[in-house]
């Protein structure tokens, strides 16, 4: 960890050092939600049917170019929202990820807080505007017992929560990506420590300090007048975890479809998957599980539809969660855009308990705007 962190030091210093060939790009955005839910009349005890939430990013970027072939590229990029259900950024509520890139003729390095090569290179179900199928915040309008990360509460993710490899989050990393070949782009990534607020693992397990190997493959290919893209990835945790995803987007004019899944497995008795007890009960079942997803979108000049459905198992236990989100993106402008969202959801606990259960629709109307 402490090398990762020095070897990203050395960009740094070389890119904010540089005082020719250079550039330096600042953007950002931010999205507010007005939510309403209705819930199963069991659950209505345990939910607030009113939700105003609202998230922002700030990203930078400084870039040195050695040559025409040859760059160096620093990324900061700050995030902060509220009322999360999931508070999954680095620090929360906020976070900050600091990352560097070196591109060559050879690939690309990559050094820092980034998601992994199989995570950067899938693709799956067409989901527009910023609430998704994968890790959805549609959990922000209906919570999902099946996956806490709150403060003060037990981190717990008895289901996996997308289709993409993203056990490790944002951990920091070193990953390498290929030059394209053949339409193909293969990448690599070594994670020292899985752990991370963006990710599954929890702080209490045993192996949260474990290293991880994740691959992953994404090509693209055209039929005709049909666009096809592929995505592979497969991850090794903690020595005996692992992680499978496969993905596929067909594109057809304004019309695209696609889906994506994923498989996880223990091979190995180092860490077994807990079981309940009195002190942390169950926290860790995505380890052995599936979760899929498939979906429509469809672009007509500044507007945007998508409608998919996410599906997430628990092999060991009846933890499962299914979300169907139909979503739509209108672009006022360059710098402005309006959401409204609509969604069912069913997420299962391990056992009839009100609380380890909730079940409903939810309606979202948003607004996103950038620089």
């Known amino acids: 960890m402490r090398f990762l962190f020095l070897v990203l030091g050395g960009v740094v210093f070389i ?21 309403y839910n209705d819930v199963a009349k069991p659950y209505e005890d345990l939910q607030k049917s009113n939700v105003l939430q609202a998230a922002g990013n700030l990203n930078a970027a400084y870039s040195y170019f050695f040559s ?27 976070g900050k990820q600091l990352s560097a890139d070196l591109n060559t003729p050879f690939g690309t390095l990559s050094i820092g807080e980034t998601f992994n090569a199989a995570a950067v290179l899938s693709v799956g179900a067409p989901s527009v505007s910023p609430i998704k199928l994968n890790n959805s915040d549609i959990v922000d309008f209906i919570a999902n017992p099946n996956w806490q990360r709150r403060k003060g509460v037990q981190t717990s993710f008895k289901t996996l929560n997308s289709t993409e490899i993203n056990t490790d989050g944002v951990a920091p990393k070193v990953s390498y990506f290929t030059p394209e070949i053949y339409n193909s782009t293969l990448g690599f990534s070594y994670v020292p420590d899985t752990e991370n607020r963006r990710g599954l693992v929890s702080s209490n397990a045993a192996y949260d300090r474990d290293d991880a190997y994740v691959l992953g493959l994404y090509h693209q290919n055209n039929f005709g007048p049909v666009q096809a893209e592929l995505s592979l990835g497969y991850g090794l945790y903690h020595k005996n975890d692992n992680d499978l995803s496969a993905g596929l987007l067909l594109s057809y004019g304004n019309w695209s479809v696609g889906g994506s899944f994923r498989k996880t497995y223990v091979d190995g008795n ?37 409608l998919g459905y ?44 009100l609380e380890k259960n909730r079940k409903g629709y939810a309606f979202a109307l948003g607004i996103g705007l950038s620089f």
């Not at 009846?318 to 969202?341: E, P, T």
């Open 270 to 306: 180092d860490f077994e998957i807990s079981r309940e007890d009195s002190s942390l009960g169950l926290f860790d079942s995505y380890r052995e599980g599936q979760a899929w997803n498939a979906g429509i979108g469809y672009q007509f000049g500044p507007i945007k539809s998508s």
């Open 310 to 353: 996410f599906e997430a198992q628990a092999d060991n236990s009846a933890n499962k969660d299914q979300i169907w989100l139909l979503a739509n993106d209108f672009q006022v402008n360059k710098y402005a855009h309006v959401y409204a969202l609509a969604a069912h959801v069913n997420f299962r606990g391990e056992d009839p308990a």
């Open 15 to 35: 890119a904010a050092s540089a005082r020719a060939e250079s550039d330096f790009g600042i953007g950002g955005d931010a999205d507010f939600f007005y939510g």
């Open 68 to 94: 025409d072939d040859y760059s160096a590229t620093v990324f900061l990029d700050l995030m902060a929202a509220s009322d999360k259900e999931v508070q999954n950024f680095n620090n929360g509520s906020w």
